[in-house]
């Protein structure tokens, strides 16, 4: 028998050898199995391994960046102590060096110790450090809302950290050689711009590769390096107690960051989906699961959530070929965020709410109590101090989920708020009020934590940084107020704080629940996904 004879009577009986091992196709091709990028990561990547935690760590060093850069105003714009130079016009029954006669005292430490004592910033003069201060947060909002629209578009969550990173490194010594308060002034406004960008971008970069069900303590894991860079700082100023000195030493970091880890860094591999490059995401994808131990199959391809919830219908041999380098880059901006009712009332929602929990957890750490004790070990207290309530809220923030939480932790602060308030300022009650204002500091400052978080979750990745800078520009903002508050003194403060916190926690109770709910791509793949349940509105 002929070979061609053999072959047509084994495909008449139906035993074609290829069948059992590849099972052909109508239209003659194998088509490519879509998956989200949740589904790739839960089946194939590994949701959380080696590779996620080695970038999560690396990537997160940037918040370390923004606690330095934020926090060093507190040991640069001090006002150091003082103390007698002659006998002559300087009584030790003066309150204040407004009250002696010029040149009968000097400062500790020198004149260029603080640039309050550089710049003459005491007596009538005093206002202008508030005024670096809010000027320095004013940049911080601006730059959330430039960098947080430049890392969803060309620029990318990678190439947006970087610039931010190296804006930080060069404003920081700049601002070390400002010749008089108005140069240290724009020097400040500068470096709070390039500042505003930085935990942002490092937060969406270092949580987005992270599977659902690890993103939440991954989220909230951020902000322990927030409070280490507070802590460095401590000691970097105990060494460095020239205020010029000072900022040299701590944009340091900074130059390291860029040299040391960036190159380090993988770009997002959703940002890559979103914008077209489909080809790039999936050897990152690659990479993860290698790195992992894990195996990608090649018969599965990245997509869209809207592509895989509409992906029904059969494509010709070409476009599967061309499929995956093809893609057209999505698009998003603030205006897509508020064009959809959807993302549109969330926005206003989160942007009120960080507002709110802004002014309570700036205006609390300003409002504190001065215990007397070392400058130094003061900072690195309170820093480590807000480390037991990320810790707390990162162990039951899967199991109570976003929105409860959210809730409970606003109120408890505005809780301790308000019966700090009816405390009185002397005696006792004194210490009442500080112990108050602690706890009021640490219920709020593991919402500040889970509003990241929950913010993120709320929108998908088309806008996900434009929405978030925008809510980043709200605590700003929240910033900028939070010491026109404090200058109110006695116990207005306290209950303008347990207001806003108690108000904070009503409007969270309008937003959904987003546990265990995947991080959608596209507007259209999450009005989708929400369409079918309407009941998450509530």
Not at 31 to 48: N, S, W
Not at 90 to 117: Q, Y
Not at 392 to 404: E, H, M, N, Q, S
């Amino acid at each position: 028998m002929s070979k061609s004879s053999a072959l047509s009577t084994n495909q008449q009986d139906g035993g074609d050898l290829r069948s059992p091992l590849i099972p052909p196709a109508a239209d003659g091709y194998s088509k490519p199995k879509k998956v989200t990028m949740d589904q790739m990561l839960e089946k194939y990547c590994g949701e959380f391994g080696w590779w996620q935690l080695r970038h999560f760590v690396l990537t997160s060093l940037a918040w370390a960046l923004e606690g330095i850069h934020t926090m060093v105003m507190i040991f640069s714009d001090r006002e150091p102590g003082w103390r007698c130079s002659t006998s002559r016009g300087c009584g030790s029954t003066a309150k204040s060096v407004c009250d002696l006669e010029p040149g009968s005292w000097e400062w500790f430490g020198g004149i260029g110790s603080s640039t309050v004592s550089e710049f003459g910033l005491i007596c009538g003069q005093k206002y202008r450090v508030g005024l670096v201060q809010a000027l320095f947060f004013a940049g911080c909002m601006i730059g959330a809302g430039v960098f947080g629209h430049l890392s969803d578009s060309k620029l990318g969550r990678k190439g947006s950290l970087t610039i931010v990173c190296i804006l930080n490194a060069i404003f920081g010594c700049i601002t070390a050689f400002s010749s008089d308060y108005w140069t240290y002034t724009l020097f400040r406004f500068l470096s709070g711009f390039s500042t505003g960008g930085t935990g942002l971008c490092s937060f969406v970069l270092a949580t987005e590769p992270v599977g659902q069900s690890w993103r939440g303590v991954a989220g909230m894991s951020t902000f322990y390096f927030f409070s280490t860079g507070i802590a460095a700082l401590s000691a970097i100023a105990y060494f460095f107690q020239s205020w010029r000195s000072l900022y040299i030493a701590s944009s340091v970091p900074s130059v390291l960051f860029v040299i040391l880890v960036l190159p380090f860094l993988h770009e997002s591999p959703r940002w890559c989906l979103v914008r077209g490059k489909v080809d790039e995401a999936m050897k990152i994808m690659h990479k993860i699961a290698i790195s992992n131990g894990k195996h990608l199959p090649d018969g599965v391809l990245l997509a869209l959530d809207s592509e895989v919830n509409n992906d029904d219908a059969p494509h010709s041999q070409s476009e599967s070929k061309l499929e995956p380098d093809t893609k057209e880059a999505l698009n998003g901006s603030l205006l897509d965020v508020l064009r959809f009712p959807l993302t549109r009332f969330r926005l206003f929602l989160a942007v009120a709410i960080n507002f709110f929990c802004s002014v309570v957890y700036y205006g609390l750490s300003l409002n504190a109590v001065n215990l007397g004790t070392n400058l130094y070990l003061n900072v690195a207290l309170n820093a480590v101090a807000e480390m037991p309530a990320y810790l707390i809220t990162a162990l039951v923030l899967d199991r109570l989920g976003r929105k409860p939480l959210a809730i409970w932790t606003m109120w408890f602060s505005g809780a301790f708020c308000l019966a700090g308030s009816l405390m009185k300022g002397y005696g006792a009650w004194k210490i009442v009020r500080m112990v108050c204002g602690v706890l009021g500091i640490f219920g709020m400052a593991g919402s500040y934590n889970l509003l990241f978080v929950y913010s993120m979750e709320l929108f998908p990745t088309v806008v996900r940084n434009a929405a978030l800078g925008c809510a980043t520009q709200a605590s700003q903002m929240g910033a900028i107020l939070a010491p026109l508050v404090v200058v109110l003194g006695g116990g207005i403060p306290f209950a303008v704080f347990g207001a806003c916190g108690i108000a904070g926690g009503l409007l969270v109770m309008y937003l959904p629940e987003t546990l265990n709910r995947p991080l959608y791509d596209t507007m259209a793949g999450m009005e989708e996904a929400e369409a079918e349940k309407p009941c998450i509105l509530a």
